[in-house]
């Protein structure tokens, strides 16, 4: 019996010195893009031509977080926003989609959409069992795992209708550790 044909979905991963942009005029979201990996999935899409909001929640990543828009904005021509907001609060992310809608909702027709969101914002507690209490639980569950989904029903009207929208939630190999 022979094979069924497979398809490859162009992947999105341009060789360097590409100057394609897939994502031009795009609007994405990244929570916790300060640092780290979020710094450099938002370095990543916007050398694509996505625009980008950039989430944060600590004052001392303020300054840290600007840089980052100003430098995307300067190498790559797009436009970036930031914000500071907790994804472990109840309003916080309504409050991300709010501000991106207010930096990128275009001026005369009204339209707004978020063509990319990326749950990256997540803290790890890596206690054992019996040192783990319920406010720890809370605030790391509520950053985590509520967050992102509050994100993505405050985003819901914005999504769009054609398949052409991606979500990406990270996770972290220590869901999987324990005893
Ligand atoms: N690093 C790894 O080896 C690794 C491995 C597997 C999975 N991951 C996952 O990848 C993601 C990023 O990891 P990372 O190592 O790059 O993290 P990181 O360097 O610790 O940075 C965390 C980012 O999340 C933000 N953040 C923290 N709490 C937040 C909150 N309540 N609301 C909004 N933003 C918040 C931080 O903002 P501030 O700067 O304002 O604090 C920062 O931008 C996490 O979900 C993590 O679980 C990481």
Known sequence: MSRPEHTRTNSTNLNPGSR??????RVGIVT????????????NLASKGCNIVLNYTSDSSTSVTEELAAELEAEHGIKAAI??????SE??????????KNHFQHPKTGKFEIGIIINNAGVAGNNPIEKIDCE???RQYNINVRGPLLLIQ???PYLPHDRSGRIVNLSSVSSSLGP
């Open 91 to 100: 309003n916080g992310p309504q409050h991300i989609v709010d501000v991106a």
């Open 32 to 43: 916790g893009a300060s640092r780290g990996i979020g710094a450099a999935i938002a370095r």
């Open 83 to 88: 914000v500071q907001a907790n994804m472990g």
């Open 154 to 156: 405050a985003a819901l």
């Open 136 to 138: 720890q639980f809370a």
């Open 20 to 25: 394609a942009r897939p994502l031009e005029g």
